[in-house]
């Protein structure tokens, strides 16, 4: 009788923490859509660090190849060509005075299940452990009234 409590009881254990593990454990179904929407920010992030590449890259050849962006920049910063004078107005902004912002990498991030290994492992073992002091009270009471009506 008490090798079917037993039994019951790990069979119940097993249930548990397979259940718990699957819905919460480090490889369970919570810690797969934290990955999926940590996946979905990095794809984000990409597209929007090749757009600045693509930004910085024109940038760079407008430098390298258009004779006007260097004329600006360098009167910019205070050259001018042979024979001109020029009054400088402090205060006043330039266009090429705002900084480019560059875009922040996102790092991915270590994912961390809801319950770990050794939590699901007590409550399994808790659960069975649970079921078997059940059995044992139901069962023997049970018992003794099976007793008495025969």
């Given amino acids: 009788m008490k090798l079917r409590y037993i039994m019951l009881s790990l069979w119940v254990a097993v249930a548990v923490y397979s259940t718990f593990s699957y819905l919460y454990g480090p490889t369970g179904l919570s810690s797969m859509k934290r990955l999926e929407l940590q996946k979905a920010r990095l794809e984000k992030n990409l597209e929007e660090l090749e757009q600045i590449r693509q930004n910085l890259s024109y940038s760079v050849n407008s430098l390298l190849y258009d004779r006007e962006t260097l004329e600006v920049l360098a009167r910019d910063l205070g050259y001018g060509k042979p024979g001109e004078y ?65």
């Fill in 86 to 150: 020029f009054i400088r107005i402090s205060g006043a902004d330039s266009v090429f005075k705002s900084r480019v912002v560059v875009g922040g990498l996102v790092r991915s991030e270590n994912p961390e299940a809801i319950l770990g290994e050794s939590q699901l492992r007590i409550i399994g073992f808790a659960s069975g452990l649970i079921t078997f002091f059940f059995c044992l009270l139901f069962g023997a009471g049970s018992k003794k009234a099976g007793k008495k009506r025969f």
